[in-house]
C-alpha cells in the first residue's frame, strides 16, 4: 500500500519551501552514526555531533533521563522498499525526556531509509508514558493503567493517579514517517501524561496513521502542527482532560487513510474509548485556536466516505473548542457520529463557540450522522452552534486565509481584513485559565507565523547527514 504513493513523492522533489521559513535540517557532510541500545536505565545525554539510530525499540525506563540536544538527529533502521517496522522510541512511567530544541536547531526523529525513499510508517513513533488518570484501570491492581498498540507491539502501559505527573519536555521537535496503522501506534503517542510535562512546538508529519494521540492524562501543549498524516491529525481519547492552543491539521489531498483507516482521516477525533474499557472518565480536551484545513475540492482526495470532518465527536466524548477555524473538508465541519457526544451538546458538557466553519458541502458545515444520532438532529446543532457566536461560512474565500490550498506553498495566515484577525473571546472557567494566550485572532495563526524558521514540509528529501 505504501507504494502506491512513491509515484506523487518522486513528482515533487522539486518542493522544498512553503509559505513559511523553515529549517529542514540540512547538512553538508556525513556525520558519525551512534547506534543506541535497546534500554536506557541510567540518565544519558545525546549529542548533536552525531546522528543516532536504533534497530529496535528504544525503551528509556528505571526512572532515567534522556536528555537531547538542539539540532540532534535520530533516525530509525533503514525500511526503504519493505513494510514499516514498529520500532518505537518509548518514555517508560517515571522516566523523562528533555528534547529542548530550538528554532535554529530542532531536534528530529525520522526514518532511516534514504533521502526519496522516505515514507509513512517507517517506524512506530514517539510514544511516552505518565502517571495521570487515564480511563482505564489494571484488572490485578485496581491502579489506573491503560497500554495503547495492542497488535504485537511491546510498549509499556501508561497512567496512575498524578494529574501533576512531569514526563520532561519536548519544544522545537519534528516527527516524521512514523506511526503504524497494524500496530495502532502514532507520530507521537502520549499515555497518561501528566500536566508537568512540557510539549511546545512539535510538528508530526507523513504518518500512516494520526498525528497525535492523547490517550487520557492532563497534559497541556501549544503550537502543534499534524500535516500531511493519513489519519486524525490529532486524537483524543480514554479520559484526556487537558487544555491546548494553537494547533494546525492540515490535511493533503493525495494521503487519506486507506482502506478500512478511511475513518480516521478527521481534522481531530474525539473519543472516548478506543479499547472497550469501560468508562470511569470522560474525554473533554479544551482547545482554543485550532485551523483545520482540508483538501477542499483538490482531485486526489478520497470524497466518498463520510467520516471525513474537521472535527469528528464520537464515543460518548466531550469538546470545548473556541476560536478555532474549520474550512475545506468534504464531510463536515463539526460532525457528531455518537448519539451520546451529539447530546453532550445540547446539556452543556461540550462547547462549540466564536468558531468560523466551513465545509465542502453548505449544509455539512455542522451536522450528525443520522445512522448513529438518534436524538439530536442536524437542526438542532446548528441552531445551537448559530446562539454561540459561530458563523457559517460558503466559500472558504469568505474566511480570507492568505493562500491555505496551494498544496506546494500553502499560506495558512490571514489576509489584511480577514475577519479571523478579530472575535476571539476567552470569558468562562475553560478558557480564562493562565495556559491560555489571550489574543484577538481566530485559528492558529494571526500575523506571525510561528512555524518559521523550525519546521519542514518536505522532509522525503532532507539530507539529514546519513
Given amino acids: 500500500m505504501k507504494n502506491i504513493y512513491i509515484t506523487f513523492f518522486s513528482l515533487c522533489l522539486c518542493l522544498s519551501l512553503f509559505s513559511c521559513k523553515k529549517n529542514d535540517g540540512e547538512l553538508s557532510g556525513n556525520k558519525p552514526i551512534a547506534k543506541l541500545p535497546g534500554e536506557i536505565r541510567a540518565d544519558r545525554a545525546l549529542s548533536s555531533d552525531s546522528v543516532y539510530t536504533f534497530e529496535t525499540s528504544v525503551l528509556v525506563t528505571n526512572n532515567a533521563v534522556l536528555t537531547i540536544a538542539p539540532g540532534t538527529v535520530i533516525k530509525s533502521r533503514n525500511t526503504a522498499g519493505g513494510e514499516g517496522r514498529s ?25 532511516g531509509s534514504p533521502a526519496s525513499q522516505r515514507q509513512h510508517g517507517d517506524w512506530g513513533g514517539l510514544y511516552i508514558a505518565g502517571n495521570a488518570p487515564v480511563s482505564a484501570y489494571d484488572e490485578n491492581t485496581g491502579m489506573p493503567s491503560l497500554t495503547i498498540a495492542p497488535r504485537g507491539a511491546n510498549v509499556p502501559p501508561g497512567g496512575g493517579e498524578d494529574p501533576a505527573d512531569n514526563s520532561g519536555v519536548l519544544k522545537y521537535v519534528r516527527i516524521e514517517f512514523a506511526g503504524i496503522s497494524s500496530v495502532d501506534s502514532y507520530g507521537l503517542t502520549c499515555v497518561g501524561v501528566g500536566s508537568g510535562t512540557v510539549i511546545e512546538n512539535v510538528q508530526v508529519s507523513y504518518t500512516q496513521t ?5 490517550f487520557g492524562g492532563t497534559v497541556n501543549a501549544r503550537n502543534l502542527i499534524a500535516f500531511n498524516t493519513r489519519g486524525a491529525g490529532f486524537l483524543y481519547t480514554n479520559g484526556y482532560n487537558g487544555n491546548q492552543q494553537f494547533l494546525l491539521s492540515y490535511k493533503h489531498p493525495y494521503f487519506a487513510a486507506p482502506g478500512s483507516f478511511i475513518y480516521t482521516c478527521d481534522g481531530i477525533l474525539v473519543l472516548n474509548d478506543i479499547v472497550n474499557n469501560p468508562i470511569e472518565r470522560n474525554t473533554r480536551p479544551v482547545i482554543s485556536n485550532l485551523t483545520v484545513i482540508g483538501p477542499y475540492n483538490n482531485p486526489g482526495y478520497n470524497d466518498m466516505q463520510p467520516w471525513n470532518a474537521a472535527i469528528n465527536m464520537n464515543y460518548n466524548s466531550n469538546i470545548a473548542l473556541r476560536n478555532s477555524i474549520l474550512m475545506g473538508m468534504p464531510k463536515g465541519g463539526l460532525k457528531f457520529s ?22 465542502n458541502n453548505f449544509t455539512d458545515a455542522y451536522t450528525v450522522d443520522m445512522s448513529y444520532v438518534y436524538s439530536v438532529d442536524t437542526t438542532a446543532v446548528i441552531e445551537y452552534a448559530e446562539s454561540h457566536n459561530n458563523t457559517r461560512h460558503q466559500s472558504p474565500d469568505d474566511i480570507a486565509l492568505a493562500d491555505p490550498f496551494n498544496f506546494q506553498l500553502p499560506n495558512t495566515l490571514p489576509r489584511a481584513g480577514s475577519a479571523a484577525l478579530t472575535g476571539a473571546n476567552f470569558s468562562g472557567s475553560d478558557f480564562d485559565k493562565v495556559f491560555f494566550n489571550k489574543v484577538n485572532y481566530r485559528g492558529a495563526f494571526g500575523t506571525i507565523n510561528w ?16
Fill in 87 to 111: 520500532d518505537f522510541f518509548i518514555i517508560d512511567r517515571g522516566a523523562k525526556i528533555i528534547a529542548e530544541g530550538t528554532k535554529e536547531q530542532p531536534i528530529v526523529f525520522t526514518s
Fill in 210 to 214: 494520526s498525528g497525535f494521540g492523547f
Fill in 338 to 359: 455518537d448519539d451520546m457526544a451529539a447530546m453532550h451538546l445540547l446539556d452543556g458538557s461540550t462547547e462549540f463557540s466564536y468558531n468560523m466553519a466551513h465545509s
Fill in 451 to 466: 512555524m518559521d524558521g523550525w519546521t519542514n514540509f518536505y522532509p522525503v528529501t532532507t539530507n539529514y547527514g546519513f
